[in-house]
DNA sequence: GGGGCGATGTGAGTTAACGCACAGAGAGAA
DNA sequence: TTCTCTCTGTGCGTTAACTCACATCGCCCC
């Protein structure tokens, strides 16, 4: 059974009697109809109609097509009518990915959204690898670095983190502060895992201090913050992240070469849809706290 | 949601997950695969699919028609089997029409062919009115008189009535039995209430017989031999008919000029189904032992 | 009974859908 | 990295499907 459009037009020949008035209900010549008709019977091999000058009757397989077809025509039409209006409303599933590091920001303006809509459910994913939205992996990415130049993906500019050096109380009270960068040789860092890091702190870092200087070295952010608030040594952190933490004292003011720009990133095919613009517009909305200035 | 075939087509895709795959299953070239999507994404607003070097991955509207269209492939396939098998067995419903006076001799045929056939239900009509076939009223009839010449249907011989002149044994113990056509002054008849009755013997007895000798008339010619098997008058019974009933004498013997010539006629939309063809061949079997020779 | 209407059917012309060929782009392997 | 393979995407020529027009046939109403 190929050729779901002949089952349609005998569908409605069968539904209104007639080859002509379903040509005109089809918005095709009744020649189309009768074309259709005659292949769709002459591949199952079965008279669907009986022929005469009032009309077309269905035969017992006639009737048999029109209820399956009838049936077939109503879940089109609530299927229709389900994408269509899914387009306009924001709910089912909304998937969010970003570097671990920014998930003390998003995740309550994650739950806003999913607050201010009762119907959608939020997924944040956040892990070693990039999560591909060309595969339908996430909705929205959060990005850092350079600008994103995926084909098929849609960057937006977000907002500028800005780090820097961070001690902790208690590091500052018993080894003091580096004054310059002299200083960095007696004193005790805490640094990123990977040495190929693109973050432009992270290269400063392996540039201008000493390897044998940074003593405690982790893949993840909080982790890093967590060894500098233990008195580990002095570490990068992001200044919004670091506003939320007593204890912490900041070594140096913060550098925009230090600064690693954000980027909202969406799928093409994705990002016209008011769920995903829904979400983006009211990120930005929550998002001007965080701005520099 | 018009074009069906649209919609099959992005139910291939989505279920194989690549344009090429799916135009391979498909039979058609990649492009018309790719023009399809595009037409069916335009007409719903809504992207179907996520396009990517490695194929089409389904959105969340693209899964919800992956599933209609899965149980809709699923419905037009077990009706594709129902029809095409339907056309060869016997099931359902045979409607068999013929005029009232032959329900002696069809009736015993049609419980025979429903006993062969369990899962056939046998419906009989018999009416004033003629039923039509082209209208699906019925799947055969028996019409008596001249071939036919309905347009769209197929007709054929079945077997030569024979009628004569009856009387019962009472009648003619009373009144004997006409020599020749001048003693019919003196005999009373029981002839058709229908003056435009176009059976040969009623056309007979009209020119033959005087009208105020004809006493008793009746349009059911079971009401006619009964009243000729209750003394009423001398009436014409098919030969047949006259066999089973006790009590009547042959007045005559029969004329081929009085013989109604019987047709089997069915819908040229119905005649080659298995059905009909099987219950065309058992009525001519069944009937073979009613031919006059 | 006859004219008009609406239905089915068929042949000819036209349009739109399809197939073909090639270009471009990732993904994976050497 | 470079090569290769596969899949997507697009312009162009062709074919098949569709529209159009006309013929025909029944039915209904006058």
Redesign the pocket.
């Known amino acids: 059974m190929e050729h779901w459009?002949e089952v349609r037009t005998a569908y409605n020949v069968a539904r209104i009697g007639?080859?002509?008035?379903a040509a005109e209900v089809l918005?095709?010549?009744?020649?189309?109809v009768?074309?259709?008709i005659d292949a769709l019977e002459e591949r199952l091999g079965v008279k669907l109609f009986q022929?005469h000058?009032?009309?077309?009757t269905p035969t017992e397989a006639g009737s048999d097509l029109l209820r399956v077809a009838q049936a077939t025509d109503d879940q089109f039409s609530q299927l229709a009518g389900r994408i269509k209006g899914r387009g306009n409303e924001v709910s089912g599933e909304l998937v969010v990915t970003s570097i671990g590091g920014l998930s003390h920001l998003l995740v309550p303006v994650l739950a806003a959204f999913q607050d201010a809509y009762p119907g959608l459910t939020v997924r944040y994913l956040t892990g070693d690898r990039l999560f591909r939205l060309e595969y339908g992996e996430a909705h929205v990415a959060v990005r850092a670095g350079a600008v994103p130049d995926q084909?098929d993906n849609v960057v937006q500019p977000f907002f500028r983190q800005d780090f820097t050096l961070y001690a902790s109380e208690a590091y500052v009270a018993r080894h003091g502060l580096p004054e310059s960068c002299k200083d960095f040789g007696t004193h005790r860092f805490v640094g990123a895992d990977d040495p190929k890091s693109r973050a432009p702190f992270a290269r400063w870092m392996q540039e201008n201090v000493p390897a044998e200087n940074i003593i405690f070295k982790s893949g993840d952010v909080h982790a890093q913050r967590r060894a500098i608030l233990s008195g580990a040594g002095i570490g990068f952190t992001s200044v919004l992240q670091a506003a939320e933490v007593e204890g912490l004292v900041q070594v140096v003011p913060p550098k925009p070469d230090w600064a690693a720009p954000l980027w909202l990133v969406t799928h093409m095919d994705l990002h016209r849809t008011t769920k995903v613009q829904a979400f983006l517009a009211f990120l930005k909305e929550h998002s001007k706290a965080w701005q520099p200035e």
Chains 1, 2 share one sequence.
Not at 53 to 56: H, L, Q, S, T, V
């Open positions: 459009d007639t080859v002509s008035g918005g095709v010549h009744h020649a189309t009768i074309r259709h022929r000058a009032r009309g077309y084909p």
